[in-house]
């Protein structure tokens, strides 16, 4: 594929454009102290941040999704992190930058994330990054999340192009695999969540990036 067809980037969101671990973690933390549990640094939650309530859970709790308890926590949790998603929240360096020079290419951008809409919605409402995403598909958004490949489809559909004339970043392996199922060609971004266990080269995307400027090159040479 010649890099003049390509039309399009689309980014996962939490942990490839912005970062939201600190806010995740604070949300799960306050829920480990209000039992009086003693609080964990950061650095304990971020490797998780991108497997989202799930992750932030498992942390907090040693809790995973089939426990009888786990759907009351994780509606805590969301309460919890609603009301603080946007205090420590904040986009990685190179983002503007990157989005800037995609925008000067005559390229269109959008989000695809496994985040649903009671939390995307007011995100990138809120950071002046997002106004001029053309195409924004939360996890909720069709009856599908990552890594089905429904979710970039509806987002090429809204940015008026075909999937194969799409490029799509993510830091986790189910981006990749949603990606590659959608026929775009696809990016991992290593300075994500990806945790300390996950080895980026498994996951057979078309290129990895260990900064979003990083970005420019595979756009350069695709």
């Known amino acids: 594929m010649k890099a003049a ?11 490839t454009l912005i970062d939201s671990a ?21 650095e ?24 009888p308890e786990f759907a009351e926590l994780r509606e805590e949790f969301f309460v919890a992190y609603e009301r603080r998603m946007l205090l420590n929240t904040h986009v990685f360096d190179g983002v503007q930058a990157l989005i800037e020079a995609i ?14 809409a009671r939390f995307t919605d007011p995100l990138t409402d809120a950071i002046p990054l997002f106004a001029t995403a053309r195409a924004i598909v939360s996890g909720d958004t069709t009856p599908f999340a990552k890594p089905h490949p429904e979710p970039l ?38 300075y994500g969540y990806m945790g300390s266990q996950a080895d980026a080269a498994l996951w057979k995307a078309d290129a990895s990036i260990s900064s979003p400027l990083e970005l420019l090159k595979f756009l350069n040479s695709a």
């Open 103 to 116: 925008q000067e290419r005559g390229l269109l951008w959008g989000v695809v994330t496994n985040k649903s």
């Open 153 to 190: 489809h509806e987002a090429a559909r809204r940015l008026g192009v075909a999937a194969d004339a799409c490029i799509y970043v993510g830091d986790d392996e189910r981006d990749i695999i949603a990606g590659r199922a959608a026929g775009m060609r696809t990016v991992a971004a290593t």
């Open 22 to 42: 600190p806010d995740l973690g604070a949300a799960a933390d306050k829920m480990r102290t209000d039992r009086g549990l003693a609080s964990y640094p950061l």
């Open 44 to 67: 304990r939650y971020r490797p998780m941040a991108g497997a989202g309530a799930r992750g932030m859970l498992g942390v907090a709790f040693d809790i995973t999704p089939e426990a």
């Open 5 to 15: 067809s390509t039309q399009a980037v689309l980014f996962d969101l939490d942990g």
